[in-house]
């Protein structure tokens, strides 16, 4: 006999935005057999029609989340020259510990995951290219990808709330560390196959932060991420951080575009960030460095 398998569900993108995903639109172990009678029904991508009448299909919500591992935060690296030639790259991902037998669930085990973020400034002025500082943030906490909040307004409302641990390994007088429990919110704004905006406001408050009790002066208790772009298109995304403190703060800005609209086959994002204020790194909170501009490629955005 042959094993019973769930039939194959596949989704496709509109335009350039299905070559980007099209391998991420399938649900992993859902292959089907010939002859073989399917065990379950597995749901299909929710469906988001396009405002220009064009062919529906799946959110890039639904296409970065869709899979057990995912992109977390964007995936990068850029190069610099102001101050001195410099590098900044990140690697994030995400992983659900469990995945119940209904994918719709709420439960909070089946919608807990684990995340990685390791975040990298390269000084590649110096004689020995050394690593300026590199912070690592592992995260546990509960994400629900679409909570299923819809109105004329919001087309589509993400959560994600737990812990969080932010250090740069380092002893001494160079240490850093932060502890900090979260609320993230994600708010989409208009056809998510189309032009519109996403808002996220990341609510945090310290659980432990003794390398740096200041730190709240220079980076408050909330990252705000604004973004505006299409699928298949430009995004402009900016991260902006305000101190208790007057006059502390800063912008970390990125505009992408998908590589694919200019050679076909590839995949990512050209991608060129701009950052002004305090904190780049842990090691540099409470110093604000000069300005930076950079261009470089991205995974993900």
Known sequence: GEVPAAPTVAAVAPGAASTEHKDLAAAPGTSQHEGATPAATVPVTPIVTAANGGTPGPSPADLRDGQRLSFNEPMYLMFGAHNGANAKFQI???YRIFEGENPSSKRVLDNLYFAYTQFSLWDLNDESRPFRDTNYRPSLYYYLSDTGVKNRVISRLSLATGFEHESNGRDGDQSRSVNTLFLKPTIYFGDQT??????????????GKSDNEDIAHYRGYMDLLVAYGRPDSWEFAATLRKGTRKGYGSVDAQLTYPLARLLPGTAGYLMAGYFYGYGESLLDYNQKTPWQFRIGYALSR
């Open 92 to 94: 994030s991902f995400k």
């Open 194 to 207: 189309d032009w519109h905006w996403r808002v996220a406001p990341k609510v945090y408050g310290y659980v």
